[in-house]
Each structure stands twice: as C-alpha cells, then as structure tokens.
C-alpha cells in the first residue's frame, strides 16, 4: 500500500466533540481513557480490602495456635482474598485498566469498537466486587478461591460469591469481544500484524482467552448457584451428579485464566524493556507467537491442578506432557527480554527496575511450576505452601510486579504528570525484597508438611523438632507481609503526591517510538487529529519515528 | 544518533560473568545434588525415593537457568547502562534476533522436559497401578474431622491411627464418609514422608498402593479443605515390623471383644459443669455452638439439649436425657446431621463425659 492510498482511508475518520456534564463524562463514559481509569480507582479499592485481608491472614498465622481468628472466619477471609485478586484486581486491572488505557492509543484508534459496551463492561464490576465483600454478612464463602463443592455449598454466602463472580465473568467476556474486534478491524493504516506493538499482541491474545473460557466459568458458577439455591444436584454424587464435575469445568477456565492473568503483563514488560533499554526488542516475533502457543496450549492442561482427584493414571499422563511444554514458548519470551538488554544504553527508571524485577521472580514461579507438573512430584506439593509459595511468585512477583511497571510506565499518560523516581525506587526495593522475604521460605514449610487453608498448624507438627522452625519462619514471612503492605503506602503518597508536585509530563516523557505518546499527555477526546500511518514496526531506536504523518520532535529527549 | 559501535558482539567480559555463573550454578547443583531431604523428611515409602529424586532432577536443571537469567540481568543492567554525561538518546545495538540462539533455547529446554516427561512416566506407576503383592486391603474413610481405618479381621474401625508393617505392599481404599450433600466433603490422604496424598471423594472410591520402607510415627494430614475443623483433621501412620503389627493386630481384637462383652457404660453422676464448660470450649465448638438446635456449626446447637420441646428426641430417636447423650458422646455417632467422632477420637475420659453432661445440663434457656 502507498502512503497516498493509506491517506486516502485515514481521510475517512472525523472527530466527534467530548460529551458535556460530568455524568457523561466521568460516570457514564464511554471514553475508553476513562473507563480504564474507572477500572484502576475501583480495582484500587479492592486491592486495599484484598490486602488487608492478606495481612490479617498473616496476623493469625503468626502463632501456631492463634485465638484471633476463628477457624471460620480465617477461612472467608483467605477465600475473599483469593477471590478479590484475581477477579477484582488483577484480570480488571491487566484488561479493563491497561487493556483499555493503552491498546485504543497503541493502534492509533479513537476508541475501542464498541464503546458502549465499553461503559456497560465496566459497570458490571463494581456491583460485581461489593456482591462478593457482601457475602461477609450472609457467611462467606470458605473453601478458598476454587470453592470446591460440597464443602462450597454449605455456607449460603457462596450464593453471593456466585453471583458477584459471574457478573465480572461477563464483563471479561463482553471486554474480549470488544478487545478482539478493535484490534482485528481498527488498528491504523499500514499497521500489519507484525507491525503491531508487543502489548497489542498480547492483548489481542489475552482478548481471545476472555471471550473464550469465561464462558466455561459462567456455567461453573451457574451450576453451583442453582444447586444451591434451587438443589439441582449438578455435584451432588448421591443423586448422579459429582463433586469432581465442578473441578473439571472451574479449571477448564481457571487455567486459561492463569494466562489471561499474566499474558497482558509479558506485554508490558515487552514495552517497557525497549523503551529504557533503547535498542528492539529482540525476537519479536518469537515473543509474539509464543503468546498464541501459549494461549493454544492453555486449553489443554487444566487438570494437572487434579492430580490427586482420582483421574486415571493415562489421564494425567498428557496433561503432565503439555504442562510442561507451556515452559517452552514462557521460556522463549524470558530469554528474548533479557537478550534485549544486551548492549543497550539503559536507563534506570522505576517502570525498567519493576520490569528487571519481574524476569528473575516469575523466572523462579516457571520453574516451581514445572516441578508441580510432574505428576509424582506434584502429589507430594500438592495443596501445601509449596503451591502457595509457587502460585504468589507466579502471580505477584509476576503479575503485580509487571502492573506496577505499566502503572508507573503509563501513569504520565493518563494523568499528564510524572510520578516520583525516588519514591518508586523506594517502593520498588520495599517491595522486591519483603516479598521475596515472605514466599521464599514457604516452599519449604510446604515440602516439610504445611498444607494450606489451616487456621491453625501445630497439630501436624506437635511432637516434631520443626514446630519451632516452622512457627519461626511463619513469623517471619508475617513480618516481611506487613512491610510489603507497607511499601503499598510509599505508592499510595507518590500518587497523591504527583497530583501536585509531579514533573510535567509532556507528550513522549520516555522518549519512546509508540502510538500512543505520539499525542499529548492526557491526549484529547478524540486520541489523534489525523489518523497515523504506521510505515514500520515500533522498536527501531535511533531511527526516524516510523509514522508518515507525525512529527519528528516527538522523537525527543527522554526527560526522565 | 545512529553511532556504530566497532567491536565483537560478545567481549571478554561477557564470557567471564559467564564463566563466573557457570561456577555458581555448578555450586549449587552440587547443592541440590547432596542436600539430605532425608534429615528433613524421612523417605518412608517405597516410591518417595524416587519422588525425591525427580525433584531434585528439576532443581538440578531449575538452578542454572534461575542463575544464568539473573546473572545476566544483573551483569547487562551494570555493564550497559549509561553514565553521566552520555546522552539519553543514544540507542543500543539494531540487533533484532538471532535464529542460531533461539534455536538453542527453544531446543535445549525442550529436551529437559521431554527427559523429565519420561523420568515422571517411569515413576508414576509405583503406587498408582495395582500389584500382585498387596498383603492387605484396608478402608480408609475421611470423616469430619478425622480418619477412620477398616482392617479386614477386625469387627471395630480405627480412628487416626494407621497401622502398616513395614516392607509389605498395601491396598487403602481412599473415600469420604457422607454421600449427602449437605454434610458431604472432599478430604484428603496425605503422608508427607510417604510423598502420597490422594483426594477422598464422597462417591468416590480410589485404592492407593504404598509399600512402607522405615518403622517409625509419621503424619497422615488432611490436605484438601474440609470445613472448620481441617487444621484439626491429622492422624498417624504407625509402620512398625511384622512382629509389632501382629501384636498390635491382637491387641486390638481382643480389646474390641472385651469391649463389646463387657458392654462398658459410664458414671454420670457427680460431674462439675464448670470444668465441662472449658472442656466444651476446647472440644466441642469446632462442630456444636451452645446455642438453639437449629444454630448449626455442623452438628446441633446444644444449648437447649435437654428442654427442647421442638426436638424431644436425640438424633439417635432415643429421649433426651443424660444417660442417652452419654451414649452418643461415648461411642459417636452418624446420621443426616453429620458424623460425630467417639470418645477415644477426641481424647475424652470418663469423667470428661460427666462433667460435659452436667454443663450441658446447666446450660437450659
């Protein structure tokens, strides 16, 4: 395609005027810009009342027979906090928040394809999260955040719990959809697959993932729901059902869900890398790809989180097999980021170090992930703190580390500000070592007998020489938990703080060559007054930017 | 902007920090190879052996990559970040890939996990697959909160106290109590120091093959959650010689038959209801609350046990009066509202039983 016929197609696209009032614009917005903020305030709120039950977690583990706590009661909390991490945080912050904020603007879109479901997306989840946190008044759920039944349908609070699960399940679903068809149909002329940013990629992927297996954990819930309301004996075995269905179905999704969980943060680290390490991404296609492979494969090993639920011995056999060759393409894309930062000219701002941070921790939750593979060695990890210990760096070390890069990646380009770099290397540090503090050690209390879900733990240890060690290291990890939650504090200020005091940001604070800093900081309503057209990919460095209608001075000096 | 940079795309340098992390990820497969698991957990099972072996055959290969993907980071970050006085817009190599190296590590760590595939497949048959050898079949039943045990010979079960002898191949079979749905719940079978867990599902029947290798007391822990009891549900495996299995084997049928002549019943009189209360405290309240009967935990509220005009009757169908609930408390009970364990089961004495009849007694509303 020639550039004029490229023009020729952008010349389509006019600008409409923002909405007046400040219901239409802040409330019912259908400004994707504002919708993810809208995700990131009320997943904010979540994460605070998820980590907060995190930490009195850690307060009632901190003796092996603590009273603080009744046996119940420890039990909603761990479930509401696993349940609100993933659902409330992490799936609505990685799609709805930076889905959102960044892939519109990456593609040089005006909007996503379907704004209003966009905003009807959105609003599902905050009834979604308060239906879940309600379920405190009713008894809360307390079989963790699998709810396997029959132990799920004995506190009535599940109901809930169903139901606030179920509605974000949609909104993942319909923002999938949504996701899919704005990158498939309007991404900017002349931006070819290959041609698209690595997050796009990821998105795209991520997108498919939503739309596909969220389905699978609506009728899951469903089930659950109606048995427990309406005593259909869905998992019922006296009446021809079984406990094991709601394994199979919950996990047919919850696996693919693990990726949609940290597929969108490879992106971001795939962004962020290249911006401070000034050089292309190496493989780009390696990474791209061994998203999809990712992604494919994902749908094929669900039961290996099973091995100890009677499945037939040449039942688990391939789904070991394929277990471990998701290690592949994870490791392809692990080798290709640290291959970039060969020979650059890095530059150490707080979204690199958050980004570095991300590759040794989730390195390490690959690897533990792989020992849980094997079948013979995940009946022994099985249900302990190994899986635990395993699961956090997969999902915090990996996950939370990578939304912190994008947060303080693309903050200047949501609020036109930049955040603080002394305070973000403090939270950095903060965080980097109180978490390793905390989880390292509880692979071993796993391997040595600690299962999970326990309230109390001197039972199985009475009597052995490693009831010391293991109360001492508990306290341990509580000590390390609450500076982690600490360090959420340094965020907490530096964001406030920036409001004010932050450095202006100007269009391109990083110096980086993709769409959206090619526009101001926040950019308009409208993202771009004339539609891009993209001439090559986005990680040439050096290079005069690849897009034939935008100015070159964007190509500016880092000012951070 | 677009400097060159003359030089070897790896220099010197390079291959010293990889000669240094070549050297330290050596140390630590030494590390791994030589860690005694057996000081922390003894391998007491024919198959742990084994267990321990793949783990350790996937820390072995888990250690260099954990080591190469830091050290590298650590050393690209020192070596290629820009002092003062560069400028923030000078750019790195063009480079964008190398099929040659991404080759190697899409080939090399492929051939990991296929080796590691059929070290895992080899292993999987040890307990799994049922064998001739199997001296014994017994019936492993999870209740809430505890393990019972049915040995063929004896007319009475055992509760969380599994006796194996050792070097002899036995048959559990594995499976939950309740198949009623609103009591019903997955427990789960694990002996750390066996490297055996297997999930007992309410309907399910699954046999699992151990083959004992040391004497001793170990844990068998309940892994999968099963209410608000779980963190109590442990019991013990006793894997002793022939010899001590067979006395152990005799004693116990001879004291069932005792019991079972004798017909034992317990003195209620005299009991001190404050001395009960604690004891319920400790005791009960993981399943009873002291409130009306309908205030389930998941047996029921006990607070009006012995007045209830609604629930004359126990849920044995006998009237409630103390000589009856002694009898439940002694010898446990299970029906629609769950399974209530028996006084050996939750360390109760004689005398515990009268003082906890005369607390509940003094409870009326």
């Not at chain 1, 945080?89 to 005006?110: D, E, K, Q």
């Not at chain 1, 997306?121 to 946190?133: D, E, K, N, Q, T």
């Not at chain 2, 292993?123 to 799994?128: G, I, R």
Request: glycine content about 8%; aromatic content about 14%.
């Amino acid at each position: 395609m020639t550039i004029s016929e490229l023009q020729r197609e952008a010349s389509h696209a006019h600008i409409h005027p923002p909405p007046q009032g400040f219901v239409s614009r802040y409330v019912i917005s259908f400004d994707h810009k504002v919708i993810a903020v809208q995700y990131f305030i009320t997943s904010g709120l979540f994460f605070v009342l998820a980590g907060l039950l995190a930490e009195l977690i850690r307060v009632q583990l901190l003796q092996s027979h603590n009273t603080l706590l009744s046996a119940q009661t420890f039990a909603n909390a761990y479930s509401v906090h696993g349940s609100a991490m993933v659902w409330l945080v992490i799936i609505p912050v990685l799609t709805g928040g930076f889905g959102n904020l960044a892939m519109p603007l990456m593609i040089g879109a005006r909007d996503v394809a379907f704004p209003w479901l966009n905003m009807f997306s959105f609003w599902l989840f905050p009834p979604a999260g308060i239906l879940v946190f309600l379920s405190f008044l009713y008894g809360a759920p307390q079989a963790g955040w699998t709810e396997y039944p029959p132990v799920s349908l004995h506190t009535p609070g599940t109901a809930f719990w169903c139901a606030g699960i179920f509605l974000i399940g949609v909104s993942s679903t319909i923002t999938g959809i949504n996701f899919m068809v704005t990158i498939i149909k309007m991404r900017a002329p002349g931006m070819t697959w290959t041609r698209m940013p690595l997050f796009v990629w990821a998105t795209l992927v991520t997108a498919f993932l939503s739309a596909i297996a969220t389905a699978n954990l609506s009728a899951a819930l469903a089930g659950l729901f109606i048995q427990l309301v309406f005593h259909v004996p869905f998992y019922d075995p006296a009446h021809g059902g079984s406990p094991v269905l709601w394994q199979h179905v919950f996990w047919f999704y919850s696996h693919p869900a693990v990726y949609i969980m940290i597929l969108p943060v490879f992106g971001i680290v795939s962004e962020v890398l290249p911006t401070f390490v000034r050089r292309p991404i190496f493989g780009y296609r390696a990474i791209a790809y061994s998203s999809v492979a990712i992604a494919l494969v994902s749908f094929m090993v669900w039961a290996h989180h099973m091995f100890t639920s009677g499945l037939a011995q040449w039942v688990q056999l391939p789904f070991m097999i394929l277990t471990m060759a998701v290690g592949i393409p994870t490791g392809i894309k692990i080798f290709s980021w640290v291959a970039t930062l060969w020979d650059g000219r890095i530059r150490f701002t707080t979204p690199l170090l958050f980004a570095l941070g991300f590759l040794p921790m989730f390195t390490f939750g690959g690897i533990t992930g792989v020992m849980l593979a094997s079948v013979p060695a995940d009946i022994h990890e099985h249900a302990t703190y190994f899986v635990i210990a395993h699961l956090h760096y997969v999902l915090f070390g990996g996950s939370v580390f990578g939304l912190f890069a994008g947060l303080y990646y693309w903050w200047p380009k949501m609020t036109g500000r930049l955040l603080d770099e002394r305070l973000g290397k403090l939270h950095f540090w903060l965080m980097f070592i109180s978490f390793n503090a905390a989880f390292l050690p509880m692979h071993w209390l796993g391997l040595l007998g600690m299962q999970r879900r326990v309230a109390f733990y001197d039972n199985q240890f009475e009597g052995t020489k490693l009831l010391h060690l293991v109360t001492d290291t508990n306290v341990w990890a509580s000590f390390w938990a609450f500076v982690l939650g600490a360090s959420m504090l340094v965020f907490a200020y530096n964001a406030v703080r920036s409001a004010t005091h932050g450095k202006i940001a100007g269009p391109n604070p990083w110096g980086a060559r993709t769409l959206e800093w090619m526009t101001s900081s926040p950019p308009p309503y409208y993202n771009f007054a004339e539609i891009p057209l993209v001439l090559h990919g986005p990680y040439d460095y050096g290079k005069p930017l690849p897009y034939a209608n935008i100015s070159q001075d964007l190509a500016t000096e880092p000012i951070a | 902007m677009n400097e060159t940079r003359k030089q070897p795309l790896l220099d010197s340098t390079f291959w010293s920090v990889t000669v240094l992390l070549t050297v330290i990820s050596g140390l630590l497969m030494w590390g791994v190879v030589i860690f005694p698991i057996e000081d922390w957990l003894p391998e007491a099972s024919s198959v742990a052996a084994h267990i321990d072996f793949l783990f350790r055959f996937m820390a072995f290969f888990g250690v260099p990559i954990l080591v190469y993907v830091s050290g590298y980071i650590i050393y690209f970050a020192w070596r290629y970040h820009i002092r003062k006085g560069d400028s923030r817009l000078a750019v790195g190599s063009p480079i964008h890939d190398h099929p040659g190296l991404e080759a190697a590590w899409t080939i090399v760590p492929s051939i990991i996990m296929l080796i590691l595939g059929v070290l895992s497949y080899i292993v999987m048959p040890k307990y799994y697959l049922a064998s001739a050898s199997s001296v014994a079949t017994i019936e492993g039943i999870g209740h809430t909160f505890y393990f019972e045990f049915r040995y063929p010979g004896l007319a009475q079960s055992v509760d969380n106290d599994l006796h194996l002898p050792v070097n002899k191949e036995v048959t559990i079979y594995l499976t939950s109590d309740e198949v009623d749905i609103r009591n019903a719940v997955i427990h789960s079978f694990w002996v750390p120091e066996f490297r055996v867990k297997q999930d007992m599902i309410p309907g399910m029947i699954v046999p699992i093959h151990i083959t004992p290798v040391k004497e001793g007391t170990f844990r068998i822990i309940c892994t999968e959650f099963c209410g608000v009891g779980h963190s109590d549900m442990v019991g013990r495996v006793v894997v002793q010689s022939q010899a001590d299995f067979d006395t152990w084997f005799k004693t116990e049928q001879h004291m069932q038959t005792q019991g079972a002549t004798k017909g034992v019943t317990i003195s209620i009189t005299g009991g001190n209801a404050t001395a009960g209360g604690q004891l319920f405290a400790a005791k009960c309240t993981t399943c009873h609350s002291t409130g009306a009967f309908d205030e389930r935990k998941v047996g029921p509220g006990l607070g009006n046990l012995f007045h209830d005009t609604n629930h004359p009757k126990l849920v044995t169908g006998k009237p409630a009066n103390p000589d009856d609930v002694a009898d439940i408390i002694e010898h446990g009970f299970s029906g629609d509202l769950g399974t209530m364990p028996n006084m050996q089961v939750n360390q109760l004495t004689d005398k515990d039983i009268a003082n906890l009849i005369a607390y509940l007694e003094s409870l009326h509303k």
